[in-house]
C-alpha cells in the first residue's frame, strides 16, 4: 500500500516561505509522477506542482509558477515544495499525490496524502 505523507506547513506572514515535505512509502514505481495539489476554503482543489523523473520535467500552476519550486529527493522518496513570497491566496490545504500519469488533472493520481495547512496572514 502506497501512503503518502505532507509536513511543513504552518503560518507565515505575507512575503514569508515555507518548505513543505511529502514522503512516500510502499512500492511506489520509481516511474510514477508526484504533484502538488491544494484547496483554498470554500473552493475547487487546484493544480500547484508536478515533477516527473522519467521525462526530466515540472510544471507548475499559472498563479504559482515564478515564486514556488518542486523537486524530488530520489534516495529519501521524497518530494519537497519550496514557497517564496506567499501571499494570503496561498492559504489552502496542501495535498501531495502521486501516479502514473504526468498530470495536471487531480483525477490522474492514484494516491493522495492527508494533507497540510498552509496560513498566509499578517
Known amino acids: 500500500q502506497v501512503q503518502l505523507v505532507e509536513s511543513g506547513g504552518g503560518w507565515v506572514q505575507p512575503g514569508g516561505s515555507l518548505r513543505l515535505s511529502c514522503a512516500a512509502s510502499?512500492?511506489?514505481?520509481?516511474?510514477?509522477?508526484m504533484a502538488w495539489f491544494r484547496q483554498p476554503p470554500g473552493k475547487e482543489r487546484e493544480f500547484v506542482a508536478a515533477?516527473?523523473?522519467?521525462?526530466?520535467?515540472?510544471n507548475y500552476g499559472d498563479s504559482v509558477r515564478d515564486r514556488f519550486r518542486v523537486s524530488k529527493d530520489n534516495a529519501k522518496n521524497t518530494m519537497y515544495l519550496q514557497m517564496n513570497s506567499l501571499k494570503p491566496e496561498d492559504t489552502a490545504v496542501y495535498y501531495c499525490?502521486?501516479?502514473?500519469?504526468?498530470?495536471?488533472?487531480?483525477?490522474?493520481?492514484?494516491?493522495w496524502g492527508q494533507g497540510t495547512q498552509v496560513t498566509v496572514s499578517s
Open positions: 499525490a502521486t501516479g502514473q500519469y504526468y498530470s495536471s488533472a487531480d483525477d490522474d493520481y492514484d494516491y
Open positions: 510502499g512500492p511506489t514505481p520509481s516511474y510514477y509522477a
Open positions: 515533477v516527473s523523473e522519467t521525462l526530466g520535467s515540472t
